[in-house]
């Protein structure tokens, strides 16, 4: 991800969003896997949790109000038919230092097509938009010293009936503030 430049004003991104309970069921996981493993690194907190669908960057000032009115209208031409991710290991990818993550063995085909859709309305749009292939996760420990334990993880199901649009606000101590929901 991208540091924020001195001029950005926020940073835009379609995510799922859980419910409290998906939430505290996750944040249970979590909790498991900190007790387990020791080492540095900064663990995710609860309120933070969510999968995203698009990251669509860092915004100036002078131009978020554009790019967020654009973002809205791309989330209004997707349709979503529910699903529900069963989040069942912990990885991370390959790279140095990758946080690790809940990752789910399955991808629904729901989830896939809204990933498409979404990416194909921000392109016309205009708007950044992520390339494949999708690996739906959810983001638990940054800068971890080494690999996640290979241990069994319980299973988490969360059933998806929504998407949201977040304004992660950089001058707010990173303060997540959802800007918009569908289906509303």
């Known amino acids: 991800m991208s540091r ?7 940073r835009l991104f379609f995510a799922l969003w859980p419910t409290p309970p998906v939430r505290v069921a996750l944040a249970e996981v979590v909790d498991d896997l900190r007790r387990r493993c020791t080492g540095g690194g900064r663990w995710v907190r609860p309120a ?7 990251f669509l960057g860092d915004f100036a000032a002078d131009c978020s109000e554009r790019a967020l009115s ?5 989330g ?8 529900a991710l069963s989040f069942d290991h912990v990885a991370r990818f390959s790279r140095h230092r990758a946080p690790w993550w809940l990752g789910v063995t399955q991808t629904p085909e729901p989830l896939n097509r809204l990933w498409t859709d ?4 921000l392109r016309q749009r205009g708007l950044r ?3 494949g292939p999708y690996v739906p996760h959810l983001t638990i420990r940054r800068d971890p010293p080494g690999d996640p334990p290979a241990v069994p993880v319980a299973p988490v199901t969360w059933p998806v009936d929504h998407f949201v649009l977040i ?12 800007i918009a929901r569908w289906p509303r």
């Not at 933070?48 to 698009?54: A, D, I, M, N």
């Not at 209004?76 to 699903?83: C, E, H, I, L």
């Open 129 to 131: 938009v992520e390339c």
């Open 70 to 74: 654009d973002a809205v209208a791309a």
């Open 118 to 121: 979404l990416g194909a309305a």
């Open 4 to 10: 924020p430049s001195s001029s950005a004003a926020r």
């Open 48 to 54: 933070r949790f969510h999968v995203t669908l698009q």
């Open 167 to 178: 304004d992660s606000q950089l001058a707010q101590d990173t303060a997540y503030v959802e």
């Open 76 to 83: 209004d031409a997707v349709t979503m038919m529910p699903f």
